[in-house]
């Protein structure tokens, strides 16, 4: 019999065929577990920062119908249902309900002054976004908070 010919040992077999053991599959769960625990809150910061943009199309969205509201009849509004917000329950919210719509009298009042603000709903993934619950936008376009300061805008 030539040499590529033998028959294979049993031990070769063994060998061969043995499979994954328990420790090695341990080892495999427990990386994957790291490696999810540093991904994990990345992911969530970066759904965090998508987001923002529900907060930044109502306020755009909101703005604009104040404006329009503005030229029809002379004076600003307080009133989100006449702004064209999605409203469940009498809270003005944005288009995806991850922000709480509100409009108030600005500092030279309502006929004359607005002041946008987004909040972040209470529960949502949003709440948890640090330094980034609350955008607002006045009659000047002023931003709060400040986007030369801040990375939120």
Known sequence: ?????????SVYLKHRNRGVTLIELMIALVIMAILATV??????????????IDAFAALTRTTTNLERFFATNGTYTTS??????????????????H???????????????YVVTATAT?????????????FSIDSVGRRVPNPSA???W
């Open 1 to 9: 019999m030539s040499e590529n010919m033998k028959p294979m040992n």
């Open 122 to 134: 209470a529960g949502d993934t949003q709440a948890d976004d640090v330094g980034c619950t609350v």
């Open 80 to 97: 989100t249902a006449l702004l064209q917000l999605t409203i469940t329950g009498g809270v003005a919210y944005s288009d995806d309900g």
């Open 99 to 113: 922000y709480v719509m509100a409009v108030a009298a600005g500092p030279s009042g309502i006929g004359s002054s």
């Open 39 to 52: 991904a994990y809150p990345s992911f969530l910061q970066s759904v965090r920062r998508g987001h923002r």
């Open 150 to 152: 801040s990375t939120c």
